[in-house]
């Protein structure tokens, strides 16, 4: 299953993770998101970390 998000800028990304904590900050709450996530596993390459605070149009899961 994988949860697939429309951020405000019309991009689709692909929502990874969701934690509390990261090492890099003190601020709680992050999601990491996959900016390429229409590629195979293998080759996906951009992941990025997001402030929980961040706004998605619509978020929805997908099971295949």
């Given amino acids: 299953m994988i949860k697939v998000a429309k951020m405000t800028d019309?991009?689709?990304v692909e929502v990874?993770?969701?934690a509390d904590?990261?090492?890099f900050s003190d601020t709680p709450?992050?999601?990491m998101i996959c900016m390429d996530f229409e590629k195979a596993d293998r080759k996906k390459?951009?992941?990025k970390?997001?402030?929980a605070s961040t706004r998605f149009d619509w978020v929805k899961e997908f099971s295949f």
Wanted: charged share 20%.
């Fill in 16 to 18: 990874v993770r969701v």
């Fill in 21 to 23: 904590r990261v090492a």
């Fill in 49 to 51: 970390w997001v402030p």
């Fill in 29 to 31: 709450g992050w999601v």
């Fill in 45 to 47: 390459s951009e992941f």
């Fill in 10 to 12: 019309g991009r689709m």
